[in-house]
């Protein structure tokens, strides 16, 4: 077999057959195919797409590339939820313990962040103490005893996917649906679980910023789940704004743990369920959604789903006096605010000049190397719809220096107010099964 003839097969756009497939991951991830011949083949791609069968084939030989999480000694139908990212994205902190709280195994495993804010493992690390390196064993342990545990993603899941991404980032192929898709999915089932539902974000906060483009991503990653053998369901959700009021790691830990006291905050409380829901019927806990999200429901307002997570914190060892009194969590030394230059109503908001704001602050990483500071971060005090005077706050901002000039200028950037009230915007589009 040669590359060259694989790589004019998919130019011609012909499909390629599991054999031809398995051959290229293979020796890339080996080193014995080259780059320049690599990049011929995704150009490839990217121009003449991949069929159904030749994405789930791809992700199977991605996911046949390096290690794969052997979660047999866990109790129960095992379920975990991927977001494709966003701004304020804390839903993992809610649907966890929600789902653990009917009994439901949620095995995790995470990466940190690179961009705007910290990932999930740096969020949970503003909980001093808090430990994500653990043993495999201590891992299926804290999940058969919890329901619930989250630990940081071994460094051999799926190594072919890792040397592509790298690849499509210099070779412009990076915003290919099937690559995208392929490359999410790859480490998803290498990760172990049996049952997986993808919250695909929309909007100028999102990778995807268009519904359509978000659709055909989740229809695409839906696919791929079902033909490899796992029960998935990809739900449509905002990303038009931020989620929640908090952007940062301490600050959107703090927010979580009030949605789960009780703090009706709409859309992390909707999102929430919805996503739990889903993951409870794909485990079998329940027969249908409305029985689900009615009984989830019922453990958000009475304590279970927020004992699950102090109990998950615990477990891991993380400081649980920061949970029961959330001022205890790290704090920036100023707060500054970004206040309203005209009357009006708020009509937009770009999601991702808030997260490059909060970056700024030292909330994310512009490069892997970058130190996170827990403490910093952003409070939205208006949403889209929301009424505005001249002089209000639009957002406050967390910062270590008094005059935060470039998280400032993207912050007023990112509003806009016009006279005309603005309708509410949607937040769960569609869910594709």
Do not use: C, W
């Amino acid at each position: 077999m040669r590359m060259v003839d694989i790589i004019s097969k998919k130019r011609n756009g012909d499909e390629l057959n599991e054999q031809e497939i398995a051959f290229f991951i293979d020796g890339y991830t080996k080193g014995t195919i080259p780059d320049y011949q690599v990049s011929a083949l995704l150009m490839a791609i990217y121009f003449n797409g991949m069929t159904e069968k030749e994405t789930a084939t791809l992700t199977q030989a991605m996911v046949d590339s390096g290690e794969t999480i052997d979660l047999s000694k866990i109790e129960g139908h095992i379920v975990d939820k991927h977001s494709t990212g966003g701004v304020g994205d804390k839903i993992t902190f809610i649907t966890g313990p929600l789902v653990a709280s009917v009994g439901v195994p949620v095995a995790k495993m995470s990466g940190r962040g690179l961009g705007h804010t910290g990932g999930t493992l740096d969020k949970l690390e503003s909980i001093s103490g808090f430990n994500i390196e653990m043993t495999k064993e201590e891992f299926i342990q804290n999940v058969n005893t919890n329901k619930l545990s989250v630990a940081g993603q071994t460094g051999n899941l799926a190594p072919a996917d890792k040397k592509l991404y790298a690849l499509r980032d210099v070779t412009a192929t990076v915003d290919s649906i099937p690559l995208i898709a392929g490359s999410i999915m790859s480490k998803k089932l290498a990760s172990g679980a049996a049952s997986i539902v993808l919250d695909v974000k929309t909007g100028s906060g999102a990778f995807m910023k268009t519904l359509e483009e978000s659709k055909e991503l989740a229809r695409e990653m839906v696919n791929i789940g079902n033909n490899l053998g796992r029960n998935t369901i990809g739900v449509i959700s905002d990303m038009s704004q931020p989620l929640g009021y908090e952007v940062g790691n301490a600050n959107e830990i703090k927010e979580a743990v009030e949605v789960l006291q009780g703090k009706k905050v709409d859309d992390l409380r909707r999102l929430g369920l919805e996503l739990a829901a889903h993951m409870t019927v794909l485990a079998g806990a329940f027969s249908d959604y409305e029985q689900a999200y009615h009984n989830l429901e019922a453990n958000l307002d009475n304590g279970k789903a927020f004992q699950a997570f102090r109990t998950f914190v615990k477990a891991q060892g993380g400081n649980i006096e920061m949970i029961d009194d959330l001022s205890k969590l790290p704090k920036a030394k100023y707060d500054v605010e970004v206040k309203a230059e005209t009357d009006g109503y708020v009509s937009e908001i770009d999601a991702e000049a808030i997260g490059i704001a909060a970056m700024y602050l030292g909330a994310g990483r512009a490069t892997k190397d970058d130190e996170i500071d827990h403490s910093v971060g952003v409070t939205l005090m208006k949403k889209i719809g929301d009424p505005v005077k001249a002089g209000e706050p639009l957002v406050v901002l967390h910062s270590q220096t008094e005059n935060p000039e470039d998280s400032v200028a993207k912050v007023q950037h990112a509003y806009n107010i016009t006279a005309e009230e603005t309708a509410p915007i949607e937040l769960i589009y569609e869910v594709i099964k």
